[in-house]
């Protein structure tokens, strides 16, 4: 191969890389470099250079894609300074929001699928483009941030930062993020099965129809549950302690052991029907449903009381001004 | 000086940051007398700063993009080559630039001139 062979194949190479409109004068610039350059070593070698020789020359010189990489200006997506912010967000929308997500929503099927095989490969499908759909989306918003709204990271002042928690209380931000994003797949996951909802039909006509108090508290169980949720973002992202939100989280879970309370009156939760069983096994079956229900509630309204008395602990301690009170209720 | 083993990513990493700014200096003062590509880096290299073509380039595609340097095409020994000089805005930039490495140059000889146990004892006292 001639040495023009060799030196135009290498800098048609770099074209393909280069931007359109300067190929031109930078090919021009680095044959000129590349010619003075292979003069130079002949001179030092007092021979024209060999074929092997140029390749030597052309290898050091770097690969056509590495040289063209030094004229293409540098892009970027997503402004340096507000990466920790990407990967904060990212890591709570794939940890806190999808994860739950992936628990409440699409796994469930796969235990009512007629087809383990094919219910586990849609699940793949479906957590992929799950997975992908967001980081894009999360990538798409910090990009357009960075286009549109680069200045706003240096848009700042110290007396409105949110406030520094203390060492003891280091882990509540964690539980008001869990908070919320619980609170979140919760109301979703309530939302979608109960709506509308009568009864659970099973396989051979089995049905556990619900009685009609369900569908009275549908609206009231997502609003006090999707309440309390943003009542934890709130918290989450400002994490100072003030004695009105104890009292909205105080109000809040009162409402939901009053809804436990009104729920524990009733005798019989649900009633089952169209089971080929007999009188005795169905009433076996009925009393096990309704204990069961009977005990998850109790135990609910227990916790409830529980984060209820905290709060309410909390407030008489501040008023009382026996100890500071923890930046974030939780 | 050359580092080893773990090290010697960490030192070049540290080492290219050092040199970028230097070089860019370096080029700005060479090219107060017109030179073209080839030659700027015979010119830097026989001084002791030796550049890779692959960064020269780019770089003074760069400082002239932002107005620092002005080309134009001649043919010179019957090529035709891109002869680079400073404008006139890249004299004044080179000037500031000039007095900042100055001053960076003498606090850091001065920070070095103090032996490190005397600089603790000062700041204890």
């Known amino acids: 191969m001639t040495q023009t062979d060799l030196i135009d194949r290498y800098l048609n190479a770099v074209k393909l890389w280069l931007p359109r409109k300067q190929q031109k004068d930078i090919l021009a610039e680095l044959a000129e470099d590349l010619h003075s350059q292979i003069e130079e070593r002949e001179s030092a070698l007092g021979h024209p250079l060999e074929e092997a020789e140029l390749v030597d020359l052309l290898k050091r010189r770097g690969s056509p894609m590495r040289v063209a990489s030094g004229y293409i200006p540098e892009h970027r997506l997503i402004n340096p300074a507000m990466l920790p912010m990407y990967w904060m967000v990212l890591k709570i929308v794939l940890i806190w ?210 984060d209820w008395f905290r709060q309410g602990r909390l407030l008489w301690r501040a008023k009382k001004g026996r100890s500071t009170p923890i930046l974030t209720v939780s | 000086m050359h580092t080893n083993g773990a090290n010697s990513e960490q030192f070049e990493n540290l080492r290219l940051e050092l040199r970028r700014g230097c070089l860019a200096v370096a080029v700005l003062v060479q090219l107060r007398t017109e030179l073209y590509g080839y030659a700027i880096r015979k010119a830097l290299s026989d001084q002791g700063l030796a550049i890779d073509e692959n960064t020269l380039y780019p770089l003074l595609r760069r400082l002239e993009s932002q107005g620092l340097l002005v080309s134009q095409w001649r043919e010179e020994d019957k090529r035709n080559k891109r002869f680079y000089r400073l404008s006139p805005v890249g004299e004044e930039v080179l000037t500031s630039l000039l007095a900042e490495w100055r001053q960076m140059n003498s606090a850091l000889e001065r920070i070095l001139a103090v032996p490190a146990g005397q600089k603790m004892q000062e700041q204890t006292q």
């Open chain 1, 97 to 306: 929001v999808l994860a739950p997500m992936f628990a409440l929503i699409f796994i469930a099927p796969l235990f009512n699928s007629q087809s383990p095989g094919k219910g586990l490969v849609a699940f793949f499908v479906t957590a992929f483009q799950s997975l992908f759909f967001v980081i894009g989306i999360v990538t798409t918003v910090f990009a357009l941030l960075d286009r549109y709204h680069s200045k706003w990271v240096d848009r700042w002042d110290p007396r409105k930062l949110p406030g520094a928690p203390r060492t003891h209380q280091q882990m509540q931000w964690y539980n008001d993020f869990s908070g919320f994003a619980f609170g979140v797949a919760a109301a979703v996951f309530w939302a979608l099965t109960m709506w509308h909802r009568s009864a659970f039909v099973f396989n051979g006509g089995f049905r556990i129809i619900l009685t009609p108090i369900w569908g009275q508290i549908y609206w009231l169980v997502i609003a006090l549950t999707l309440a309390r949720a943003f009542v934890d973002l709130y918290c989450f992202a400002r994490p100072a302690w003030s004695p009105a939100r104890a009292w909205v989280r105080l109000a809040l879970d009162a409402l939901k052991v009053a809804i436990a309370l009104v729920l524990l009156r009733v005798t019989s939760w649900v009633v089952i029907a169209g089971a080929d069983l007999s009188p005795a096994e169905t009433a076996k079956i009925l009393a096990w449903l309704n204990a069961t229900i009977q005990v998850t509630l109790i135990c609910a309204a227990v916790i409830m009381l529980f």
